[in-house]
């Protein structure tokens, strides 16, 4: 499985941004799928995730309300509107892909088993 994720670059504060990922392979409408980030100099964090076919849709408490993770299972691709972009959204952004991920461990990085390479968003204040 190969995961490409595009769509990052600078926007100004209050602007919005659109996050792609693409996956090839033997991916399965029912993998859960997530967004994390990676500030630098930080550690990588949840931000929103989806389980298998939607059951349970996550998101981190400090983008609840401004992003909106979504899917289109014909063409294998997950999706991260963000809005209201802060320059603390400053971050490589990565998305996941995990065929085995249980509702309750949708925030951890260890349940999913395939990672995009990352793509970076700047926030300009």
């Known amino acids: 499985v190969q995961l490409q994720a595009s769509g990052g670059g600078l926007v100004q504060t209050g602007g919005s941004l659109r996050l792609s990922c693409v996956a090839s392979g033997r991916t399965r409408s029912t993998d859960s799928v997530a967004w994390f980030r990676q500030a630098p100099g930080m550690d990588r964090n949840f931000v929103a995730a989806i389980h298998r076919n939607g059951g349970r849709i996550a998101y981190s408490d400090s983008v609840k309300g401004r992003f909106t993770i979504s899917r289109d299972n014909a063409r294998n691709t997950v999706y991260l509107q963000m809005n209201s972009l802060r320059p603390e959204d400053t971050a490589v952004y990565y998305c996941?892909?995990?065929?085995?991920?249980?509702?309750?461990?949708?925030?951890?990085?260890?349940?999913?088993?395939?990672w995009g390479q990352g793509t970076l968003v700047t926030v300009s204040s």
């Open positions: 996941a892909f995990g065929p085995s991920v249980i509702s309750s461990n949708l925030a951890s990085q260890g349940a999913y088993a395939y």
